[in-house]
């Protein structure tokens, strides 16, 4: 069981480019939540997914972010003309089914740059 | 508001003492937990406890809940230097269909020699 599998675990980008930040759940969870961390701050909720559902979105900005969890492939996180404050490291989390209850497990994040 | 909130920002001990994290938080919740972080890292989970228990043990963790006071503590036996890390508690509130966890802004533990 290779866990939360995260990629790329660095990304540079330009500002005005596009940022996409692809996420794995382990085998068998069904639900992936992604989590933004700015430095030396604690991680800040972002948006709730299961297969083809958004479930809670509260914590994502209102412009350029969305994310996806298709029926096959892994969940991603995309940010439309990244500006330097979207520069933090961004954490997907997966839990199994029934979601909450249970200790979440991280991939080790995407850190992105926005240069 | 910030839910979870640890105390102290940063805590220096050495190696052999015991390590002491606080966390409180202002909502009902259905259990908390506690992670740690490696610089540059992804968190691990560590413990989590219920609601429902007061307290919690795992190897050299002991953990606390006090539901009356809103606070949670955690207690490192014995620390290594390889228990350097941030740690950081985290509350799930389930408020219904969604579960989120809502993260404090962590202690910075450094066990030294």
């Known amino acids: 069981n290779a866990g939360v599998m995260q990629n790329p675990r660095h990304l540079v980008r330009r500002r005005g480019q596009e940022a996409r930040l692809r996420c794995s759940p382990m085998?068998?969870?069904?639900?992936v939540y992604w989590y933004r961390q700015l430095p030396e701050e604690g991680l800040k909720f972002m948006v709730y997914?299961?297969?083809?559902?958004?479930?809670?979105e509260s914590g994502m900005p209102k412009e350029r972010f969305s994310a996806e969890f298709p029926k096959e492939g892994p969940s991603i996180l995309r940010i439309q003309q990244v500006v330097r404050g979207d520069s933090a490291a961004y954490f997907c989390?997966?839990?199994?089914?029934?979601?909450f209850g249970y200790g979440y497990t991280f991939g080790s994040g995407t850190r992105l740059t926005v240069v | 508001s910030q839910q979870g909130e640890e105390d102290p920002q940063a805590l220096s001990i050495q190696e052999g003492e015991n390590a002491t994290m606080n966390c409180s938080y202002k909502t009902s919740i259905n259990n908390l937990q506690w992670y740690r972080q490696n610089s540059g890292r992804g968190l691990v989970h560590l413990i989590l406890i219920r609601s429902n228990e007061r307290e919690k043990h795992s190897g050299r963790l002991r953990v606390t809940l006090d539901t009356s006071k809103k606070s949670s503590s955690l207690l490192i036996t014995a620390s290594r230097a390889a228990d350097t890390a941030s740690y950081f508690c985290a509350t799930d509130a389930n408020t219904g269909t969604a579960s989120k966890l809502t993260f404090g802004t962590g202690t910075r533990l450094q066990v030294t020699l």
């Open positions: 085998k068998g969870h069904s639900h």
């Open positions: 989390a997966s839990s199994p089914p029934g979601g």
């Open positions: 997914l299961q297969k083809e559902n958004i479930i809670d």
